[in-house]
């Protein structure tokens, strides 16, 4: 396991960009960001390894997911942000793992504690 803190949340009014942080005490395969809205499940945003990243069909096109391995960071670049977008952002982390790529939250070992974006109309 690795020890994952987020940062850069924060409130932002609809159509306008955040970008977060994920700084990791060391290098994992997969690298992810999770949201979760109040009253909601945990869903997944991105993926990223060595492959081209996954992207959850309700941030596509305005989200990116990146990773500088050699500061062990993982970004997450938000645009035209919209209010549905609102949750606690989390950067999540795992080894590599055989067959279908990791898209549920308990295919990730290593968590970080969160970081709130509020998006208002």
């Known amino acids: 396991q690795v020890r994952l803190v987020e940062s850069g949340g924060g409130s932002v009014q609809a159509g306008g960009s955040l970008r977060l942080s994920c700084a990791a005490s060391g290098y994992s395969y997969y690298m992810a960001w999770f949201r979760q809205a109040a009253g909601k499940e945990r869903e997944v945003v991105a993926v990223?390894?060595?492959?081209?990243?996954y992207y959850a069909d309700s941030v596509k096109g305005r989200f990116t997911i990146s990773r500088d391995n050699s500061k062990n960071t993982l970004y997450l670049q938000m645009n035209s942000l919209k209010p549905e977008d609102t949750a606690m952002y989390y950067c999540?982390?795992?080894?590599?793992?055989?067959?279908?790529?990791?898209?549920?939250?308990?295919?990730?070992?290593?968590w970080g504690q969160g970081t709130q974006v509020t998006v208002s109309s």
């Open positions: 999540a982390a795992r080894p590599p793992v055989s067959g279908a790529l990791p898209l549920s939250s308990s295919s990730y070992n290593s």
């Open positions: 990223k390894a060595t492959s081209p990243a």
